[in-house]
């Protein structure tokens, strides 16, 4: 390794900020002087339930506040698991095929290397808070369906028998209105998504909604990085289906030393691509957080199967990566369209907006 003697020293006393040492690409020298922020995909800045903060505004308030990076994000989330009008996550979530409302979440703690996550979760409004519980007290990962609800009855969660609301539920009174046995595709036409689809246009489900989710990430002054994704799911799934959100390295991945990463948007495609594992790993390389996402989502577009893809091969479905470097940079971006993600630093919560890949 070479490090010159004015080079230490200038990073010694805070002068400057080499990203990587010298032919070591994946050796990252410890910043100095990091800004602490919060992102967040664009619900982090409009959901505020009964309180009068934000996602971001709350993360960011309490884990520059002194407390624990992933407990401050986990607590910003919860205002928007807790709301019933965000259809995508938590309570009021939109419900599967059966009308039952399960939720995925998974969290990660980049310095303490902890890590846990539910699937399929039902009757607790904040799955990321049995996810946590899952990270605290067992020497497991993820925990599924009635085992994911068994053990938050017994971690002291209370256990609703319903998490819908009239919103939701009437919601799905409408998919099984419009819906048939071609819910499960025909192998010939593969169009399943044609009556959430029609749905979409005709205003019953708001196209954020569908695949919906919040992840949220943050880094505080100190540099400890951690990460949040939550969500009810594709709206109307097939009971049992779990999408990227609490699988790590698709929905979330976290990583101490380089920085962190998460997503919105169809699951599936990101599932095929573990893109947050991807992203975290072209930020080791030294890319840029917007040209780190940017890459997935042109590798998610590279792996993308026909009936999937508009005349001109770009993905048909929507897809968003939240990506946070452990310099504090951060980018959203989209597969195309646009849109805005939420942050938080010290000058305020705000809306930026989404790079395009497409
Ligand atoms: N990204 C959320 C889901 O596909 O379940």
Not at 50 to 66: K, L, S, Y
């Amino acid at each position: 390794m070479s490090i010159t003697r004015r080079e230490l020293i200038a990073t010694a006393a805070g002068l400057t900020a080499a990203p990587v040492v010298k032919n070591f690409p994946h050796i990252w020298v410890p910043q100095s002087s990091i800004k602490p922020v919060v992102i967040a995909s664009g619900n982090g800045n409009t959901v505020k339930h009964d309180t009068n903060e934000t996602c971001v505004q709350r993360a960011f308030r309490m884990m520059t506040g002194g407390t624990d990076v992933l407990d401050a994000l986990v607590a910003g989330v919860n205002i928007v698991e807790l709301d019933p009008a965000d259809t995508s996550v938590g309570y009021g979530g939109l419900p599967n095929a059966e009308g039952v409302v399960q939720l995925d979440s998974c969290l990660m703690h980049g310095r303490k290397k902890w890590a846990g996550g539910v699937a399929c979760l039902e009757g607790v409004r904040t799955p990321s808070l049995v996810a946590r519980a899952v990270m605290q007290h067992t020497d497991h990962h993820l925990l599924v369906g009635p085992g994911a609800r068994e053990f938050a009855r017994r971690m002291g969660f209370t256990i609703e028998s319903d998490l819908n609301t009239d919103a939701s539920r009437r919601a799905w009174l409408e998919w099984m209105r419009r819906t048939d046995p071609g819910h499960y595709l025909d192998p010939a036409k593969r169009d399943g998504d044609a009556a959430a689809l029609s749905m979409i246009e005709d205003g019953w489900i708001d196209p954020e909604h569908y695949y919906g989710t919040i992840n949220c990430n943050g880094i505080n002054d100190k540099g400890d990085v951690a990460g949040v994704t939550t969500t009810s799911g594709l709206a109307f799934k097939i009971p049992g289906r779990v999408g990227d959100s609490p699988i790590l390295g698709a929905g979330l991945y976290v990583d101490q030393a380089v920085g962190a990463a998460g997503s919105t948007g169809r699951g599936e495609a990101n599932l095929y691509n573990l893109s947050s594992y991807l992203i975290v790993e072209e930020l080791r390389r030294g890319a840029h957080p917007k040209d780190a996402g940017i890459a997935a989502l042109k590798r998610v577009a590279a792996n993308t199967e026909k009936r999937l893809q508009l005349e001109s091969g770009r993905p048909a479905f929507n897809l968003q990566f939240y990506v946070l470097d452990a310099k504090g940079r951060h980018a959203g971006v989209v597969m195309f369209g646009g849109g805005r993600y939420a942050v938080c630093d010290e000058a305020g919560p705000r809306h930026e907006d989404l790079v395009v890949a497409f």
